[in-house]
């Protein structure tokens, strides 16, 4: 019979082995990315500057900083969760805004 130990062993060791093919996907994702941007560059004249500033503004970062900014509820001015599609104190349902906000 398995231990407690054990199974948790077992556990510890296929979440390790789930990281490590999230990490090898992530890699490869960002190679994607990568040929995408180096395609927009060279063929629409896009800069880093540009991508920086719209990267900033979609992964709502201080421009300055760098640091992540918080959204305010529109009903009720108080910071949004990143990932509630609803305000935690009025419960206001907040708008899609793309087709990302529902993943
Ligand atoms: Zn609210």
Redesign the pocket.
């Known amino acids: 019979m398995e231990s407690n130990i054990e199974k948790a062993v077992g556990q510890a060791q296929r979440a390790i082995e789930d990281i490590k093919i999230l990490e090898h996907k992530v890699a490869h994702l960002t190679g994607i990315c990568q040929v995408f941007y180096d395609m927009l560059k060279e063929t629409k004249g896009f800069s880093d500057e540009e991508l920086m500033a719209r990267v900033s503004e979609k992964m709502n970062l201080d421009p300055v900083s760098g640091e992540e900014t918080v959204n305010?509820?529109?009903?009720?001015?108080?910071p949004?969760g990143k990932r509630n599609k609803?305000?935690?104190?009025?419960?206001?349902l907040q708008p899609i805004r793309s087709v990302f906000d529902q993943m």
Do not use: E, T
């Not at 609803?86 to 206001?92: A, D, E, H, W």
């Open positions: 305010m509820c529109d009903a009720c001015n108080r949004l609803k305000c935690l104190y009025c419960g206001k």
